[in-house]
């Protein structure tokens, strides 16, 4: 049980995280989701199990760095740099066109 909420919570954490990263690169267009939000998070824990696995390293990074209170250009310098790159993630993870937040 304990292990099942770590990865809700790390998914959850991850989803937040990309939604940021996609919003501030200007690469959500569209509104899909339900109006619970559920289908934009279907979206992207299916992206990141199945379409995208090799950015949850990244995704990772990224999430400890901005709720560590550092700025984004400093996250995306520490982070960025690797395979598959930040760039690489987002054209993965931009297969899911809504937008959470609205």
């Known amino acids: 049980m304990e ?4 990865l809700n919570s ?3 954490l991850m989803l ?3 939604m940021m990263v996609l919003s ?3 690469s ?4 899909a989701c339900l109006s619970n939000g559920n289908g934009c998070k279907d979206c992207i824990v299916e992206q990141i199990r199945y379409g995208c696995p ?8 990224m999430a400890r760095c901005l709720w560590g209170g550092a700025a ?7 982070c960025d740099g690797g395979k598959p790159t930040l760039s690489d993630c987002k054209k993965c993870m931009s297969r ?3 937008s959470c937040v609205a």
């Open 72 to 78: 984004r250009s400093s996250c995306i310098s520490r």
């Open 3 to 6: 292990g099942k909420k770590l």
């Open 96 to 98: 899911c066109k809504c």
């Open 16 to 18: 937040l995280v990309m």
């Open 10 to 12: 790390a998914l959850g």
């Open 28 to 31: 959500i267009t569209a509104i």
């Open 54 to 61: 090799s950015c949850v390293p990244l995704i990772r990074c």
């Open 24 to 26: 501030s690169m200007g």
